[in-house]
C-alpha cells in the first residue's frame, strides 16, 4: 500500500450522503480512519429522512430513513474474507432511548465480540482484503449480504445493502479501509474517494476526496 498519501478507492454508496463521522478516534479493529455515512434529504427538519422531532421524541421507524436498504457497493478489488449475515436490524428508533442505551446501558453490560465473530458492534458485516488493504462494510441490513467468504469483487461490484444492525444510533453505512484483516492489530489507512463530488457551499467538486466531518457528498458513478 502506498506511504505518501491516502489509498483511493471507490465511494461505496450512490446519491447524496453526508459524512458524519471521519475518525473514530481509536484503533481498535482498525477504525481511526473511519467513516460513517448518512443519507441526506436536503429537508431542514427532515436532513436524514425521519422527521428529527419524531425521532427525538417517539418511536421511528428504520424505513423512514433514506440511508434504509440503500445499495452498498465494493470500493476496491479483492477477495471477501469475512461475510457475517444474520444479526437483526433494529426496526425503531428512538435519539433519546439511543443515547442512554449506549452511554449508560452498554458502560454496565458492554458489548462483548470475538476475534471470529464482530456482529455486536458491526453488526452485519463485510471484510474484503485486496491490493489497497482491507475494506470494512459495516451495519448491514440482516439478509442482504450479496457475497460469501471466498468470493472475488470488483470495484463497483454489490455488495448489499444499508442496514441498522449493530451498535448503531441509525441506519447508516460505517466504512474504513485498514492494514490486516485481524481487528486486534490492524492499523486505520486514510483514503480518498473517486467516483463522487463533494459540496463546497457554492456547488458539486469532483473528486478525488477526502471525506470531512459533516461534508456532504454524492455518489456519481
Request: glycine share 12%.
Amino acid at each position: 500500500m502506498p506511504d505518501d498519501g491516502p489509498v483511493v478507492l471507490r465511494f461505496p454508496l450512490r446519491g447524496e450522503w453526508t459524512a458524519l463521522r471521519t475518525d473514530h478516534g481509536t484503533d481498535f479493529l482498525g477504525q481511526r480512519h473511519a467513516c460513517d455515512f448518512v443519507r441526506s434529504t436536503g429537508r431542514r427538519w427532515a436532513p436524514f429522512g425521519a422527521r428529527a422531532v419524531a425521532h427525538a421524541f417517539a418511536l421511528v421507524p428504520a424505513r423512514a430513513f433514506a440511508a434504509w436498504d440503500a445499495p452498498v457497493f465494493a470500493a476496491a478489488a479483492g477477495r471477501v474474507r469475512v461475510a457475517a449475515d444474520g444479526w437483526p436490524d433494529r426496526l425503531w428508533l428512538n435519539a433519546l432511548w439511543d443515547l442512554g442505551r449506549l452511554r449508560v446501558l452498554e458502560r454496565v453490560r458492554p458489548l462483548r465480540i470475538t476475534p471470529d465473530d464482530w456482529r455486536p458492534l458491526a453488526g452485519n458485516y463485510l471484510l474484503i482484503e485486496g491490493a489497497e488493504g482491507v475494506t470494512f462494510y459495516a451495519h448491514l441490513r440482516r439478509g442482504s449480504l450479496r457475497v460469501r467468504a471466498g468470493d472475488r469483487v470488483s470495484p463497483g461490484d454489490p455488495l448489499g445493502a444499508v442496514g441498522h444492525s449493530g451498535r448503531s444510533t441509525m441506519p447508516h453505512l460505517h466504512f474504513h479501509l485498514m492494514d490486516g484483516a485481524d481487528g486486534l492489530r490492524a492499523r486505520g489507512v486514510p483514503c480518498a474517494f473517486d467516483g463522487v463530488e463533494s459540496w463546497d457551499g457554492a456547488g458539486w467538486r469532483p473528486g478525488p476526496t477526502t471525506p470531512t466531518p459533516r461534508q456532504r457528498l454524492r455518489g456519481v458513478d
